[in-house]
């Protein structure tokens, strides 16, 4: 979603801006624009483009300042557009802003009855007037923007210039990422760190309801009420290689290739321990997870994918009840609470707005047993969960999430053993095999991802389709699920998962030449009936591409291709299947030309309902 980018330096900070932005860029937008005060004037220049169209209007125009801000938008309220880019002016202010405005549209029309003439769509141009009438009654710039967002409703991190006072910048947040980067000579701001690496590694993570400061020489922190608060400050672990693309095309393909290393990083906490405990999941953990009776899952897109799996291991291993359910939904639906279930979040961002919801609304609810699996540690979910398991997948930076996926069922299946041994359904040798599975397990994803020239050759052949079909049962219906939300966010490719069983209950019916039917095939006990509703789809003329592995013996023939995965892997299969489908779509993806790290219309991050 929406990126923001703040600096005032002794030196030009223009550059700073436009590469900050460029690392934002992976969070998804569809416009960029900047402000700057240079020689006592605001000056902005905004493009309907790519940051890099930015970049080329900036230096046409010879912009170079000490103090800016800057902004990729991903648009809610308004047509992408220039009119619409941020930043928005009222006068000599400009305000750049992520995340939703709830009660806009009563600032606005209570601006409007004023005087103040909106020029554009945005909810963002009412922040804007908004500061600009607290500058009017007399507030200084800092106690200005204080002073608004006392009176917004919703999410918003947000940066502020003046040209009245170019010797500051002023930056807020609430419900929205914003982080400040302490410099040498110079202050900043960012909505993820990824974008001050260029300038500092020394962060520190604004809590909702700060407001900032940013002067040259340092900056000052305070609540909504103006009173001070001090945050620390972090040295950030995260190293520029991390968000290079390296020797990649596509940063998809990358991360896809990191998942060993990022699944060897996750596992690393049982890497020489001959057991799990519970501590894996913090400090509170033997104390939240006594008598746990249930696991409730919420989450959104790939990672309730990862819930899906979850709940097979669960149930099975653990003896667990697990329900899974997508954020959004919970959120608003009447449901039963029970103080002994553990709500377990799963987010790779840690910041999508409808998981932190759904997790409030749980906490709320009376639900205090929360555990938050995320990427990323100091994350808004990570902080309101009691519990935490980090997965160190590194950063991911492609739209289409991979490397977080597989990761995400690594801690889930560290879950499910844990949650079964406190259980004692975890007899000594299993919980050994187990753990030795998990071990090797980047060695298996590595074996796994030498098919890519094979994957590559079958992704040629359907690019051209309209529309394509996933099959899976058990664990790996939510595998084919994964699969078919992969191949229609960067192919556009119309796909649609069903478990096999549901074949010949109505999807049956799409089925004929053109409709290519993607199975996912483990040797495992649903192997035998998963064959006879893949003959259900041959006996219609479809065409069928099935993952199988070692032991599944299904044979080619006409209309059925094969591609065997090198070994079966009992519990853990889910996240061996995975891998070929996450590369069957970034192949049809390259072949149809699509903008495969940034596809149309999507975001990284879902900061906003
Ligand atoms: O950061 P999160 O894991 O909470 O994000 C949830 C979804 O927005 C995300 O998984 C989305 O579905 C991916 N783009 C899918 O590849």
Redesign the pocket.
């Known amino acids: 979603m929406c990126g923001i980018v703040t600096a005032i330096s002794t030196s030009d900070i223009v550059p700073v801006l436009l590469e900050g932005l460029r690392k934002l860029e992976y969070r998804g937008y569809d416009s960029a624009g900047l402000a700057v005060v240079a020689d006592g004037r605001l000056r902005r220049v905004r493009s309907a483009g790519r940051v890099a169209d930015l970049a080329a209007l900036a230096a046409r125009e010879g912009a170079s300042a000490r103090v800016g801000i800057a902004h990729t938008r991903w648009a809610t309220h308004g047509v992408p557009s220039e009119r619409n880019a941020h930043p928005h002016v009222s006068g000599g202010l400009a305000v750049v802003h992520n995340g939703i405005i709830e009660n806009f549209e009563a600032i606005k029309s209570a601006l409007e009855n004023r005087g103040y003439v909106f020029e554009s769509d945005t909810d963002t141009e009412a922040i804007a007037h908004l500061i600009h009438s607290k500058l009017a009654a007399g507030a200084d710039l800092f106690d200005a923007v204080r002073q608004a967002t006392v009176e917004l409703t919703g999410a918003y991190a947000i940066g502020v210039l003046s040209e009245a006072d170019p010797a500051r910048a002023v930056v807020a947040r609430s419900g929205a990422p914003l982080l400040l980067g302490v410099g040498e000579g110079g202050m900043y701001a960012a909505s993820d760190t990824a974008a001050l690496l260029q300038v500092t590694r020394n962060v520190v993570y604004l809590e909702d309801g700060d407001v900032a400061e940013l002067c040259v020489g340092g900056y000052r922190i305070v609540r909504a009420d103006g009173s001070p608060v001090e945050r620390p400050v972090h040295l950030s672990s995260l190293s520029a290689d991390a968000v290079e693309l390296g020797q990649f095309r596509h940063y998809m393909q990358k991360e896809i290739f990191e998942q060993p290393q990022a699944l060897a990083q996750t596992l690393e906490i049982i890497a020489g321990g001959g057991s799990v405990t519970p501590q894996l999941f913090g400090a509170r953990a033997p104390e939240v997870l006594d008598g746990v009776r249930r696991v409730l899952v919420l989450?959104?897109?790939?990672?309730y994918h990862a819930g899906l799996v979850a709940r097979y291991w669960l149930e099975s291993v653990a003896k667990l009840p697990c329900t899974v359910e997508i954020a959004s939904e919970y959120r608003y639906r009447d449901s039963v609470p029970d103080p002994d279930t553990l709500v377990v979040v799963?987010?790779?961002?840690g910041?999508?707005a409808d998981?932190l919801a759904a997790l409030k609304h749980a906490l709320a609810q009376g639900m205090q047993r929360t555990l938050a699996i995320c990427n990323v540690p100091e994350s808004a979910i990570v902080r309101e969960a009691s519990l935490r398991f980090i997965t160190r997948a590194g950063p991911e930076i492609g739209?289409?999430?991979t490397k977080?996926f597989t990761t995400q069922l690594a801690a889930l299946a560290l879950l499910t053993l844990t949650l079964a041994k406190l259980g004692g359904r975890l007899p000594a040798e299993d919980e050994a095999h187990h753990l030795q599975n998990l071990r090797h397990l980047p060695v298996a994803v590595q074996k796994v991802l030498e098919l890519e020239p094979a994957i590559e050759r079958w992704a040629q052949r359907f690019a051209g389709k309209q529309h394509a079909l996933f099959l899976g049962r058990g664990s790996h219906w939510p595998i084919a699920m994964e699969g078919a939300?992969?191949l229609k966010?960067i192919s556009y490719i119309h796909a649609e998962a069903y478990a096999a069983g549901e074949l010949k209950h109505g999807p049956l019916a799409l089925v004929d030449k053109n409709m290519p039917v993607i199975a996912v095939a483990p040797a495992n006990r649903l192997l035998e009936k998963l064959k006879s509703n893949l003959q259900e789809v041959r006996a219609r003329g479809g065409e069928l591409y099935v993952f199988a592995d070692a032991g599944s013996e299904i044979a080619e023939s006409e209309g059925v291709h094969i591609l065997q995965l090198p070994e079966h892997y009992g519990m853990l299969s889910p996240v061996l299947h995975v891998v070929p489908l996450q590369l069957l779509s970034y192949h049809a993806a390259l072949v149809k030309g699509t903008d495969v790290d940034k596809p149309r219309n999507?975001a990284?991050?879902?900061t906003v309902e």
């Open positions: 989450a959104c897109g790939t990672s799963i987010s790779q961002s910041e999508t998981t739209v289409a999430s977080a939300l992969k966010e999507l990284k991050s879902v």
